[in-house]
């Protein structure tokens, strides 16, 4: 299967589970991938016919945006769900990264891989 990817979208967030985090917002990185058939949109050449990243990069930092959870478990679950209700995906793997978030370590976070209705 042919894949869709977005690569380090940096959104700015209320995330974390002590007293300080929820006083400030932090940056994550995400880092989505998402099957889709590109021979469609390939041989058209019409951007009705893609999977559009632009459109699900403003939609999940939108969504990002206007949460608050504890864990970035919880976040990463909740943005493959948003990705495969919202668009024709029958797959996604989401990398969460929570950048600085321990000391000598370059980022931290999860990485998760979840099906839609109707994948193989
Ligand atoms: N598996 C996880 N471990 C930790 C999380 C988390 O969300 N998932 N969060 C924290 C703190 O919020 C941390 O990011 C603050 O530096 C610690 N461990």
């Known amino acids: 299967m042919d894949?869709?990817?977005i690569e380090q979208l940096e959104v700015e967030a209320?995330?974390?589970i002590y007293d300080w985090e929820r006083r400030?917002?932090?940056?994550?990185?995400?880092?989505?991938e998402m099957d889709f058939d590109n021979r469609v949109p390939a041989a058209?050449?019409?951007?009705?016919?893609?999977?559009?990243?632009?459109a699900v990069s403003k939609r999940v930092a939108a969504f990002v945006?206007?949460?608050?959870?504890?864990?970035v478990e919880t976040l990463?679950?909740?943005v493959a769900e948003l990705v495969l209700a919202?668009?024709?995906?029958?797959?996604?793997?989401?990398k969460l990264s929570k950048p600085g978030a321990v000391r000598g370590a370059r980022a931290v976070g999860v990485?998760?891989?979840?099906?839609?209705?109707?994948?193989a």
């Open 3 to 5: 894949t869709v990817f």
């Open 14 to 16: 209320l995330i974390g």
């Open 24 to 32: 400030i917002r932090q940056p994550l990185w995400f880092d989505i």
């Open 44 to 54: 058209s050449d019409d951007i009705a016919h893609t999977l559009d990243y632009k």
């Open 65 to 71: 945006q206007s949460t608050g959870f504890g864990l």
């Open 76 to 78: 990463a679950e909740r």
């Open 86 to 94: 919202e668009f024709p995906v029958s797959r996604v793997q989401l």
């Open 111 to 119: 990485k998760i891989t979840r099906r839609g209705e109707g994948a």
